[in-house]
């Protein structure tokens, strides 16, 4: 799998605090960049403000398989894919792909992925908890990341 299975790159960074003993990103690094990409993604795509909106997206399951290590510094690309959108959940295909500086262009064509991720969020209402439709402009923005 290469960058080119992800409709979505969103650039992210690493910082100095997400290196462990070992020299290397901690594998628990991995689900707060899929977060952070995500969240980014529907936000900017959308206009949302996530502290005022009436459904929240929630994790209700997450995986992460590592095939090559990062480092700090290090600048990524998370690929996003959509591979299943329900009434109230979507199921994300993630993928974390080195990449060049900030303004530089983005992944080459083809970049091998070094992390591969699933990810599902419930859609909920803010007050009651309880499962709701996905909001209109967040199932449209999703809708351009689908996959087969």
């Not at 290196?19 to 936000?43: C, E, K, P, R, S």
């Not at 970049?111 to 709701?132: C, F, M, N, Q």
Request: glycine content about 8%; hydrophobic content about 40%.
């Amino acid at each position: 799998m290469t960058s080119n299975d992800f409709p979505v790159l969103w650039p992210v960074g690493t910082r100095w605090a997400d290196n462990d003993m070992f020299g290397h990103l901690n594998n628990a690094v991995y689900y707060q960049l899929f977060d952070t990409a995500i969240n980014a993604w529907i936000n900017t795509g959308t206009g949302l403000n996530p502290i005022t909106t009436p459904a929240l997206g929630i994790v209700a399951e997450s995986g992460c398989r590592y095939f090559s290590e990062l480092h700090f510094p290090q600048n990524l690309a998370v690929g996003l894919a959509v591979t299943r959108l329900g009434r109230s959940s979507v199921t994300y295909r993630l993928g974390v792909f080195r990449s060049p500086p900030p303004g530089a262009d983005a992944p080459a064509s083809g970049e091998p992925i070094t992390a591969l991720g699933h990810w599902v969020h419930v859609y909920v209402d803010r007050v009651t908890r309880k499962s709701v439709p996905i909001p209109d402009a967040v199932r449209a923005l999703l809708a351009t990341a689908s996959v087969d």
